[in-house]
């Protein structure tokens, strides 16, 4: 076999490998988020002053710099709030144990504001992990952030005299300009954030 | 007027009952204590009616709890609400289940230790069920 032939038979599997790289290209989908709703158009963050857990007063620059998974409930819940914050800082954990880089931060914004002081919520957050920042504080401060971002919450008066709070199930994705850029409908499930989040984060 | 005997027939079919042929069995119970800064726990467990009638449980109480309340999570058009069910009724021979994101005993305001917690099933006065679990954080 002379050069020449050497040379059409390596010209000829190279281009049959590219031949098949392009096909599967073509072929397989680009991966989107599977459950998640990434907005065709982002929204920005209204200013607003409400505190953390640690009694720090906190507007929208908190949101800046980082993505953000931000659910609002209230620590009196003892049954959905707790499940979507431990969905929430599952997913969190074992992206991070995936090496995924920068992962997002927490953020309970409080309903209750009446019963949820900054005390209290420190101490509720603690125990779903570190990182999670609980919002509380005026009502019409919340109101500015709930109006602005279309989350529904109102009082719900029990027999014995009690409330309960009825509130959107939604968790909203902040990107690191503070907009909203997406959004998780309830139920919620730790696998749809491992696969969505990075490719939203990613900009898929 | 059936409605009215039936606590007393039940009360009567449990003390003529051995533990083995119980009216209401109780199985896959959880018993989550009130997170830090709380003072709200819950219960999830799926009872058993063993009888050939309906059972209607009309209160739950517990030593270690001021109040007991059956509540259900619903998701509706996107916005959870928490429902109180004043009474459940469990049809002859079926299990209804309390679970995470559904129905759930809510445990208010505890009163004492609650490595143990005491749950018991009433309907109207007769008691049907007493349970003991240990409780998770």
């Known amino acids: 076999m002379g050069l020449k032939s050497i040379f059409i038979a390596i010209v000829a599997v190279f281009a049959i490998g590219m031949g098949a790289w392009l096909s599967y290209q073509l072929a397989v989908p680009p991966a989107v988020p599977r459950t998640a709703t990434v907005l065709p158009a982002t929204a920005g963050l209204p200013d607003f002053a409400l505190s953390d857990q640690h009694g720090n007063r906190i507007s929208r620059d908190a949101f800046v710099g980082r993505w953000s998974l931000v659910f609002f409930g209230f620590t009196h819940c003892p049954d959905i709030c707790p499940l979507t914050l431990q969905v929430l800082a599952n997913a969190r954990q074992k992206l991070g144990d995936a090496g995924h880089i920068p992962l997002p931060q927490i953020v309970l914004v409080s309903v209750d504001p009446e019963r949820d002081t900054p005390e209290i919520l420190g101490e509720y957050l603690d125990y779903f992990g570190n990182d999670i920042l609980g919002l509380s504080g005026n009502i019409e401060e919340l109101r500015k952030l709930t109006s602005a971002l279309g989350i529904f919450f109102e009082k719900s008066f029990t027999d014995d005299g009690d409330y309960s709070m009825n509130h959107s199930a939604v968790v909203l994705v902040f990107n690191p300009r503070a907009e909203f850029h997406a959004l998780f409908s309830a139920p919620h499930v730790v696998d749809n954030f491992i696969h969505d989040l990075p490719l939203i984060m990613s900009g898929s | ?137």
């Not at chain 2, 003529?16 to 018993?31: F, G, H, K, T």
């Not at chain 2, 994101?101 to 009163?111: D, I, S, T």
């Open chain 2, 1 to 137: 007027m059936m409605r009215a005997l039936l606590p007393a027939l039940l009360a009567v079919a449990v003390a003529a009952c051995s533990v083995d042929s119980a009216p209401l069995l109780a199985s896959d119970v959880a018993i989550v204590k009130p997170l830090p800064g709380t003072q709200i726990g819950a219960a999830y467990l799926a009872l058993t009616n063993a009888t050939g009638q309906q059972i209607t449980i009309t209160k739950i109480a517990s030593p270690q709890f001021a109040a007991v309340a059956m509540h259900e999570s619903i998701l509706e058009h996107g916005v959870s609400r928490m429902v109180a069910l004043q009474e459940l009724d469990i049809a002859a021979q079926q299990t209804v289940v309390f679970e995470r994101g559904g129905r759930h005993l809510m445990l208010m305001r505890p009163v004492g230790a609650l490595d143990n917690v005491t749950l018991q099933f009433f309907a109207d006065e007769a008691l049907l069920l007493t349970i003991d679990a240990a409780s998770a954080d």
